[in-house]
């Protein structure tokens, strides 16, 4: 079974720059795709970004485009997603998730069986 971890969240002001990191770890260790979705207070979880993780392809959501980038690290098993030009619509929480199984769903939550613990976002205007 695999276990994610995340890092790197904070308090940026708008414009900065964030780098989140999840760590994945387990045996076997079998992935698909891992995505990065977040949650706003009083909002529902929503897709951020994805990756397949054996051909690399990725996947953004239309809000960060060209702002995120989301990429994998196949030696150290670590997913980041690079944030600039952070939006105070961007404050939340995100959170790392892996599919264990093959989908083509990759910005659907049910999609994805793993789930990290979340690191909080905050971008101040």
């Known amino acids: 079974q695999v276990q994610l971890v995340e890092s790197g969240g904070g308090l940026v002001q708008a414009g900065g720059s964030l780098r989140l990191s999840c760590a994945a770890s387990?045996?076997?260790?079998?992935?698909?795709?891992m995505g990065w979705f977040r949650q706003a207070p009083g909002k529902e979880r929503e897709f951020v970004a994805a990756?397949?993780?054996?051909?690399?392809?990725?996947y953004y959501a239309d809000s960060v485009k060209a702002r995120f980038t989301i990429s994998r690290d196949f030696v150290k098993n670590t997913v980041s997603l690079q944030m600039n030009s952070l939006k105070p619509e961007d404050t939340a929480v995100y959170y790392c998730?892996?599919?264990?199984?093959?989908?083509?769903?990759?910005?659907?939550?049910?999609?994805?069986?793993?789930w990290g613990q979340g690191t909080q976002v905050t971008v101040s205007s």
């Open positions: 998730a892996a599919a264990q199984r093959w989908t083509s769903r990759k910005s659907d939550t049910n999609a994805y069986d793993t």
């Open positions: 387990g045996r076997p260790f079998s992935v698909y795709v």
């Open positions: 990756i397949y993780w054996s051909g690399g392809s990725t």
